[in-house]
């Protein structure tokens, strides 16, 4: 079972101030002994590196690069699914709601992906379990 991976577990891996911290490594590490194929998308990453780098620094940004990256398989956003997820976001009205999000929850319909690793309560409210809880 793949498991999408969301900028909140990505950057409460990395922070070990982030109060999610020690959860995030817990459900890690679970995943990783269970070998559960990890995914994500261009926009988490782009998403988790402006918010590293601008938070946290260069050297947490280069953890996140050499030791997370490499764990996960990252799905290109090409032009048709980011109109789509542009056109979710829109029509579903929701200021707190990212376009990231958005292209997450397309692209876990997509795969068949029914669970996230994320500590953001709108994976669950569009129908999708969250790991790690």
């Known amino acids: 079972m793949t498991v999408l991976v969301d900028t909140s577990a990505f950057y409460a891996l990395v922070?070990?101030?982030?109060?999610d911290h020690a959860n995030a490594q817990a459900g890690l590490q679970r995943l990783r002994a269970d070998d559960e194929?990890?995914?994500?998308?261009?926009?988490?990453?782009?998403?988790?590196?402006?918010?590293?780098?601008?938070?946290?620094?260069?050297?947490?940004?280069?953890?996140?690069?050499?030791?997370?990256?490499?764990?996960?398989d990252i799905e290109r956003v090409d032009p048709a699914l980011h109109a789509q997820a542009r056109e979710a976001m829109l029509a579903g009205g929701q200021r707190g709601i990212s376009l990231v999000d958005w292209?997450?929850?397309?692209?876990m319909r997509r795969r068949g992906i029914e669970t996230a690793f994320a500590f953001d309560d709108?994976?669950?409210?569009?129908?999708?379990?969250?790991?790690?809880?």
């Open 15 to 19: 922070d070990d101030r982030d109060p």
């Open 122 to 133: 709108d994976f669950a409210a569009q129908g999708f379990r969250t790991l790690p809880k």
């Open 37 to 72: 194929p990890l995914l994500t998308h261009e926009y988490v990453v782009v998403e988790t590196i402006s918010l590293v780098q601008r938070r946290l620094g260069m050297g947490a940004l280069r953890r996140f690069v050499d030791d997370l990256l490499p764990i996960v």
């Open 103 to 107: 292209t997450s929850f397309l692209v």
